[in-house]
């Protein structure tokens, strides 16, 4: 595909199958995302409309040792089950070899899985088979592209420079002009300039043939049509005044041999450096996939193999030794070691990991040796998650991208108009030579209007710009939600888990005098072990945090509205709200004023006394994250409105606001009511985004104009939300809010550069500066103008790739190469 003209007829082809429900197309990416009933039509269909409409889809084989069969029911087993996995075009089982031969699209599934698919039919494949991944298969394709285009490139120059040279230095320097007819004469050289031409027009300029004709067969012409026409009528032109130049007046008999195979080459270097740059613009996703590694270390049948991560199954025991990469999604059975987690969670701080916990795959083990049995592989890792969710929303149209498509439905149509009025009015008031006029003004308009840049002009912005966010710890999951997130006015935020860590810390503890604060702390801590409430569990975590040894309470009893009660190591231990203290007798005057300064910074101030007399005030509250404050204070700059949602009392929340400089706060919110809250908020037509954390926000996640989730939050709220923030820190958000509306300018500029560069050159390439200025656009320069358009449309997305976020992310940067391809904290 080279243009948008071409995305618009492989969708219109797509969604004519029987059965399609929608089909999106991505020239940046070069895929197709096809939604359809597998009861009425399959990927062999939708394989063979693609063909049918001039292009090619990329394919892979793979052939796979098969043990286990013994007879033909085996092999019909073995064959029905791999045509019905997802993406394989067709299978073939041989039983005398033992193999399967099977032809599969490498963007729908894997070989590893394909292996899956042949265990789960009772069969085994030997560990030894291998092939390449689809992600693999993909690249090669996008290189060999590269290749093959420099090759067309280099062989067209050959014969197009000495084709210019000699069409164009004559004209420039007169003598020469003079010297080479006296001595060789215009029909000759015109004979030497076709034998330069026809290598270049039927050669690389082949692919134009191939590609405009079916097209024009469809009845959708495209930028292949349009360099077709303009230069087959240059270069036939030129061959009947070759074979008969007495059928032109005198004076007019011209050949235009250059116009066709310079325009020819001139294209192909265009589409060159367009190849090279959508190279560059695919960086983040080449990162993300370096981080999955391409082996691991199996335990089976009591030895240690080094198997591709592809054959790895589910409950298969894994080694990892101290420095290497996680290969999959596991559960630690054995060993301790300190894994850096950076490069999926944000967390820069490396994770202690020891029987029973969790381990992603891509992530780097540090100095011990793990044991771990494998729970998520394929596609279900989280790795591999992240990976979809990119590559989904770089293959996704924004809305802005419908004004290009509906503009670009009827341009290619609208300009073959032009370029035949263009021709008929040169010709007929042209005056003598009118008819090569008329043909070279129509050539220059047919090659200056190829669509590439209006077609290239969104999906490369959005492909950056998502995959820059990824590198910045954000994962969009769509381009509606990368341009809905610029358009936001009010960024509403939940409370517990959001703006605060979501797990009550102990905050204070002021003593009176007399009284050792690691004493009353083990005490209380001891007196409160076995209780569940979340305030007990923080100062026992506090405890224990500070090294202190609990001991078992002799006695312990709650008093109903109060507090607790306690013998510990023959002390009793009273603690409770102010209100305890008071029924025991006990005095606080000495703490008011910090009582109501506790209150005020919305935390829950509670007393301990030991054997009867007040020792100590203690406070535990849910401390606000690590960059909230700076979030806010970003999102205040950016011009927004900041709202909390909370189901928190009144007086907690205010307090939370007050620190934070939120504008708004709706406190002891329900959790059926979040979604309320939210439409409250977008009363008057504002642009609300809400971002949140836990099952109960998933409505207010729905509601909102974009949602946002905390990645380490539940597997609801990230299957609601459009935006994904890997880690916890709220500065992710006005930094996807930064990147969002950069992205759209990016778009916009593009777009405008696109329309515009037509808009003001189509008339120019028709002739009309020639009556008053004496200016044309040749064919020559129209081709050199055409590719320039596309690549600045690229290289204007590429500047994405150096957005610097107005805060510092606290998830890190894909850096390619450093640890052997692993993300590191910069």
Request: hydrophobic letters at 45%; one cysteine or more.
């Amino acid at each position: 595909m080279t243009c948008a003209s071409c995305v618009g007829r492989v969708e219109r082809g797509l969604k004519k199958v029987a059965g399609v429900q929608e089909a999106s197309v991505n020239l940046a990416t070069e895929q197709a995302r096809v939604s359809f009933d597998p009861a009425q039509t399959d990927a062999r269909t939708l394989i063979a409309t693609v063909r049918d409409v001039g292009y090619e889809p990329i394919t892979a084989e793979l052939d796979l040792p098969i043990t286990g069969m013994t007879c033909a029911s085996c092999v019909g087993r073995v064959e029905r089950a791999l045509g019905k996995a997802d993406g394989v075009l067709s299978a073939s089982v041989n039983l005398a070899t033992e193999r399967a031969h099977v032809q599969y699209l490498p963007a729908s599934t894997t070989p590893g899985q394909l292996r899956a698919v042949v265990r789960d039919a009772g069969y085994d494949v030997p560990d030894t088979a291998q092939g390449p991944s689809g992600a693999d298969t993909q690249r090669a394709a996008r290189e060999a592209e590269v290749l093959h285009l420099r090759s067309q490139v280099i062989f067209s120059a050959v014969f197009a420079v000495p084709l210019l040279l000699i069409a164009m230095l004559p004209m420039l320097w007169p003598a020469l002009e003079r010297s080479l007819m006296a001595s060789v004469g215009m029909g000759a050289m015109n004979w030497v300039m076709l034998a330069l031409a026809v290598p270049v027009q039927f050669g690389p300029g082949r692919r134009f043939y191939r590609l405009g004709w079916a097209s024009l067969k469809h009845r959708s012409p495209d930028m292949n049509a349009l360099v077709m026409i303009g230069t087959s009528a240059a270069f036939f032109y030129s061959l009947v005044v070759t074979l008969a130049p007495q059928i032109f007046p005198v004076g007019t008999a011209h050949v235009y041999y250059e116009a066709s195979g310079v325009v020819i080459t001139l294209i192909l270097l265009g589409k060159y450096f367009e190849a090279l740059a959508k190279g560059r613009s695919s960086e983040a996703m080449k990162s993300l996939l370096s981080l999955q590694p391409k082996e691991a270390r199996v335990l089976r049948d009591g030895e240690e193999r080094l198997l591709p991560v592809d054959d790895v199954q589910v409950g298969d025991t894994l080694r990892v030794l101290p420095g290497e990469s996680i290969p999959l999604d596991g559960e630690v059975l054995s060993g301790q070691s300190y894994v850096n987690e950076s490069m999926i969670t944000g967390e820069s701080v490396p994770i202690q990991k020891t029987g029973g916990a969790a381990v992603i795959g891509g992530t780097l083990n540090g100095n011990g040796a793990l044991t771990l049995k494998a729970t998520r592989v394929g596609n279900d890792t989280a790795l591999a998650q992240i990976i979809k969710l990119v590559e989904t929303a770089q293959g996704s149209k924004p809305p802005i991208q419908g004004l290009a498509d509906k503009v670009v439905a009827v341009f290619v149509p609208v300009v073959l108009v032009i370029a035949a009025v263009t021709f008929a009015v040169w010709l007929l008031l042209g005056g003598e030579g009118a008819l090569s006029q008329a043909l070279i003004n129509m050539v220059a308009v047919l090659i200056i209007a190829c669509p590439c840049a209006m077609g290239l002009a969104t999906p490369v912005s959005v492909m950056v710009g998502t995959g820059k966010a990824a590198e910045l710890g954000v994962l969009f999951k769509s381009g509606t939600a990368l341009e809905g997130l610029q358009a936001t006015q009010v960024i509403a935020l939940d409370k517990t888990g959001t703006l605060t860590r979501g797990q009550p810390e102990l905050t204070d503890l002021t003593l009176v005098s007399g009284f050792e604060r690691g004493e009353v702390l083990r005490l209380v801590a001891s007196a409160e072990q076995d209780s569940e409430h979340p305030i007990a569990r923080a100062i026992v975590d506090a405890a224990k945090r500070e090294g202190l040894s609990l001991s078992a309470p002799e006695s312990s009893q709650a008093v109903p509205g109060f507090g607790l009660e306690a013998v510990v190591d023959a002390t009793r231990v009273q603690v409770g709200a102010d209100r305890y203290m008071s029924k025991l007798g006990l005095g606080l005057a000495d703490f008011g004023a910090q009582a109501e300064q506790l209150g005020d910074e919305g935390k829950s101030p509670l007393y301990v006394a030991l054997n009867g007399q007040l020792a100590a005030i203690l406070a535990v509250a849910d401390p606000i994250k690590d960059g909230s404050r700076e979030a806010v204070a970003a999102l205040h700059r950016q011009g927004l409105k900041v709202a909390m949602i909370t189901g928190d009392n009144v007086r907690t929340a205010q307090a939370i606001a007050r620190q934070l400089g939120i504008d708004q706060v709706q406190a002891e919110v329900l959790p059926g009511d979040k979604a309320k809250a939210v439409r409250a908020l977008q009363e008057g037509g504002q642009k609300v985004a809400f971002v949140g954390d836990g099952i109960n926000d998933a409505p207010a996640l729905a509601q909102a104009d974009v949602g946002l989730a905390i990645g380490t939050g539940t597997d609801v709220a990230v299957e609601t939300a459009d935006v994904v923030l890997m880690s916890g820190d709220l500065r992710g958000v006005p930094n996807a809010l930064a990147l969002s509306r950069t992205t759209l300018r990016n778009i916009r500029l593009n777009l405008f550069w696109a329309f515009a560069y037509n808009a003001l050159l189509i008339p120019v390439a028709a002739g009309v500066l020639i009556p008053a200025f004496g200016i044309r656009l040749s064919p020559v320069l129209a081709a050199a103008a055409m590719g320039f358009s596309s690549v600045f449309v690229l290289t204007n997305a590429l500047r994405l790739r150096g957005f610097k976020p107005p805060l510092p992310p606290s998830a890190p940067k894909l850096q390619p190469g450093d640890h052997d391809g692993q993300l590191v904290t910069t």
